[in-house]
């Protein structure tokens, strides 16, 4: 039965450690195994980074630049090299491509959020394998995805795939970084990704020299991914061919279970397309009542309001002691809420002046995080 595919490749996968240049044959082996998943009518997405790697490599830089503009530029030499590798390897297996570059305010919007579905509905349906990547080139800091695990695992999201693969420069996940703890124990299978406290993980936040992720990025990924009911798996990148092999049942990697019970595609677009622009902190009671029942939050539940924000801005729902366990879409602005904090219903309207929402956040509006 035809399924749909997110493929994730890192720069430590795609490029030899010592050079920073392109390690040509996995990438041949990975075009390999995408068209023959096409060629058995998977629709594929593959994401991948290496632009400022590849950049780096062919402007003879030792290492990844740190300063945005040098970055961007680096990325604009590097991307079209890129492509370049991707196009002629796929285009000798007969199998059209299309480059997407995403910004993160290309899922902020609602509007955009859905024009980039339809994109990539309509090149799926076309035959075509989208080739995703982050627009270095104009991503200001703070509309960044900040890594390519988010950005495929929104994209997973997005078009809700069946399957999302993280290849990267490990085999699977471990309790710890086998490369510098001997008894770092393998992790094949994670039902819920809170069990990975209690299997006591430790993940480094650092990723390669040429990369930018690392396992904590990949557990961020997997926890957006199942959350939209797509199973994740994290293997090894230099041997694409085991993505066919697990599709078949075969236990390679990592493989993280996807929540039976999917959110909806708009509360998916709240929880993790929108960036958050405040924070609501709730006494005890308002805390329960969201985190058990998902009730909407009243302003007689409210402790205090930090940032400034517009109505229908994403802020935050945290504890009291700034534990988030909520994410959703505001009916006052800021300074209305600074005034109404603690509140009972029936007291806003002689308040502000006028009758407003019941509701600080309506739980049609509101994802449990």
């Not at 958050?276 to 909407?296: C, F, H, M, N, Q």
Request: hydrophobic share 40%.
């Amino acid at each position: 039965m035809p399924q749909t595919i997110v493929v994730k490749i890192g720069t430590s996968s795609l490029t030899q450690p010592e050079t920073g240049q392109l390690a040509l044959s996995t990438i041949a082996t990975l075009a390999e195994t995408l068209s023959h998943l096409r060629r058995q009518n998977h629709r594929v997405i593959l994401v991948s980074s290496g632009a400022v790697g590849v950049g780096c490599a062919r402007l003879g830089l030792t290492e990844r630049p740190k300063a945005i503009a040098l970055k961007q530029a680096v990325a604009a030499v590097g991307q079209g090299r890129l492509m370049r590798v991707y196009d002629d390897l796929f285009t000798t297996l007969q199998q059209p491509i299309a480059q997407v570059l995403l910004t993160r305010s290309d899922l902020v919007q609602r509007s955009r959020y859905l024009n980039v579905y339809n994109t990539f509905k309509e090149l799926l349906e076309l035959g075509v394998i989208p080739v995703v990547n982050e627009n270095d080139t104009v991503a200001v800091e703070e509309l960044k995805f900040g890594d390519n695990d988010t950005l495929s695992a929104l994209v997973a999201s997005l078009v809700e795939a069946d399957w999302l693969f993280l290849l990267t420069d490990v085999d699977r996940l471990y309790s710890a970084d086998p490369r510098s703890v001997a008894d770092a124990q393998p992790i094949s299978l994670v039902s819920n990704i809170k069990e990975l406290a209690e299997l006591q993980v430790q993940t480094s936040g650092q990723g390669s020299q040429w990369g930018t992720g690392g396992m904590m990025t990949k557990i961020s990924a997997a926890r957006i991914a199942t959350a939209a009911g797509v199973r994740t798996v994290i293997t090894e990148g230099r041997q694409p061919r085991n993505i066919e092999k697990i599709l078949q049942g075969e236990s390679f990697g990592t493989r993280f279970e996807a929540h039976p019970e999917p959110t909806s595609a708009r509360k998916r677009w709240i929880a993790y397309g929108l960036l958050p622009v405040g924070k609501l902190y709730l006494d005890e009671g308002a805390a329960i009542a969201i985190s058990t029942s998902g009730k909407s939050l009243l302003a007689a539940g409210l402790l205090s309001v930090e940032g400034e924000f517009d109505t229908q801005e994403a802020v935050l729902l945290c504890d009291k002691n700034g534990h988030e366990i909520a994410r959703g879409l505001v009916n006052y602005t800021s300074q209305e809420l600074q005034k109404i904090c603690g509140r009972r219903s029936s007291e806003i309207p002689n308040i502000l002046g006028y009758v407003g929402a019941e509701t600080v956040v309506h739980r049609d509006n509101l994802v449990l995080t």
